[in-house]
């Protein structure tokens, strides 16, 4: 018995890992990261970098960088008037969707929070627009804005409003697109605002109940403060989205009247494919960079908060 | 539960699905309207036909970009879940030098807005010779971040010990990928395909840019080119193209609005 034993431990093998082996944990991993670091490098990085250098440059029609300009463009920008109307329909446009699709969105959801019968029914309609296109939900609302067609103007007129000039007038227009964006935009807020609601513990409410706190009570003491992380998380998606608008834009407006819709990515947008103006129109997908930076920025500065907190 | 609360529930529940669901209803309503309801502003139709369906089909090559549409968006949905699963299952289960780093990168990319990127990206397509081919349409999405940040969230709820016990079974990393982790999150996996689909059907931008003509135009982009022709003079035929391209995205919500609320809220949120 001792002999085997001796024997055994004579012919095993040290038990210390070559370099080969010590890899292959790193081996695999870039091995099944590659498709991912691959698509990155190709369809993020590197335009986000090349974005950038063209913004420096003049460019030919074809989008080849043709004569160094420094910040010529961005100057150039800054300067503009046109470029001015833009950004400030762009933060107008924030101001008027973002706000509502939050408040909005959080109503819903507090009424489909609710136990009754029949209550999935309710909740699958307030989600339904989730499931609608830019392309669609626009030629929707197009006909619904039309000046003589329009459905909505009548609908207005039962409750005693008089008929408003949708797309034709440049205040109204904004407006006109915030609405198709609000409406749009309620679908998917609803969704991840209900799931932030049923997270939150009965037990809070019941024991709140138990000392007899009313709806509201309960509603700013326990309900809005255990939610304030998702509505955050919400309240800057939709920002981010909004600055990201686009298709609303082409099909109800086309940027006008007078360039009172010409929000930033259909600037963009007009700049490099309508008018060639690949430099001018990368320091615009530049400046729209730093926008939704800085409100991915104040989200992570909003994390560790909580995590301060906690 | 009192009744007088409940009522007032009942109530506004009605009256807030009524108001937000009424231009989906109002666009089934007009694709059967003929001409002189349309311009009377009625809300029903006066009598009911398929007319505006046959003319739709007939006007644009509606079922062809339709065919496109589910061809891209299916593409999208399996490259984007092969691609995602693949990295979140490094990122929550084999550990590495930089590990840490890589997915800080990966995160990195949702401060970038696709937007932003469009215009190199556009060159990019052009020079490859993608432009009006699936290529252009599919491969630059296959890389999600938020995909990879969902999967690896639901592959972290897996116990390690699972994954330890399939090390010790003889199991090599691709089978514990492909036979403990994926089947153990399958119902995430079916989120991000839904997730997926819906936004990839949904997108308009891209295919405007890289779509020259019919081979490969999608019905978002359809849509726009009816509205076009169409405007004016036929309403009805435009709704019945907008009913057409809803129809399956409105499906898929009805469908799984259960699953995509518990999926999204808890990799959004956690």
Known sequence: MNEVMEKIERYQVPKKENLWQKTANLRTSILYLSPAIVLFSVFVFYPMFKTVYLSFFLTDAR??????????????????????????????????????????SFFLALLANE??????????????????????????????????VGVLNTLLGYLGIRPIPWLLDSKWALVSIAITTIWMNIGFSFLIILGGLQNISQDLYESARIDGAGYFYQLFRITIPLLSPTLFFILIITFINSFQSFGQVDILTKGGPAEATNL???????????NYQFGTASARAVILFFMVLGLTLLQFKFLEKKVHYQ | ???????????????????????????????????KDVFNRALLPSSFSFDNYKKVFSSVPLLHYLKNSFVVSSL????????????????????FKGRDFLFIVVLATLMIPWEATMISNFLTVQHLGWVNSYRALTIPFFASAF????????????????????????????????????????????????YSFL?????????????????????????KQLQTVEV????GVVMAGVVVAILPTLILIFISQKQLQKGLTQGALK
């Open chain 1, 115 to 148: 136990k009754l019968r029949g209550i999935g029914f309710f909740r699958t309609i307030f989600t339904s627009t989730m499931g609608m296109s830019v392309a669609a939900s626009a030629v929707i609302w197009l006909f619904l804005f039309h000046p003589t």
């Open chain 2, 76 to 95: 999208v949905t399996i490259g984007q879940l092969t691609v995602a699963s693949l990295a979140a299952y490094v990122f929550a289960f084999i550990p």
């Open chain 2, 199 to 223: 936004t990839t059907w949904n997108m308009y931008l891209w295919p405007l840019l890289v779509t020259t003509n019919d081979s490969v135009r999608t019905i978002q982009i359809g849509l």
């Open chain 2, 1 to 35: 539960m009192n009744t007088g609360r409940t009522t007032l529930i009942y109530a506004l529940l009605f009256i807030s699905a009524l108001i937000l669901f009424f231009p989906i209803l109002y666009a089934v309503s007009v694709s059967f309207m003929d001409g």
């Open chain 1, 63 to 104: 989008g080849n960088a043709a004569l160094f300009v420094g910040l010529e463009n961005y100057l150039y920008l800054f300067d503009s008037t046109s470029f001015k109307k833009s950004m400030k329909a762009t933060w107008l446009f924030a101001l008027y969707t973002v706000p509502s699709i939050v408040l909005i």
């Open chain 1, 264 to 274: 930033i990515v259909y600037a963009i947008y007009q700049d490099a494919f309508i």
């Open chain 2, 232 to 235: 004016a003079t036929e309403w």
């Open chain 2, 147 to 194: 995909g990879i940040f969902l999967l690896r969230q639901h592959f972290k709820s897996i116990p390690y010990e699972l994954y330890e016990a399939a090390q010790i079974e003889g199991l090599t990393r691709f089978q514990i990928f492909y036979r403990v982790v994926l089947p153990y999150s399958r119902m995430s996996l079916v989120t991000l395909g839904i």
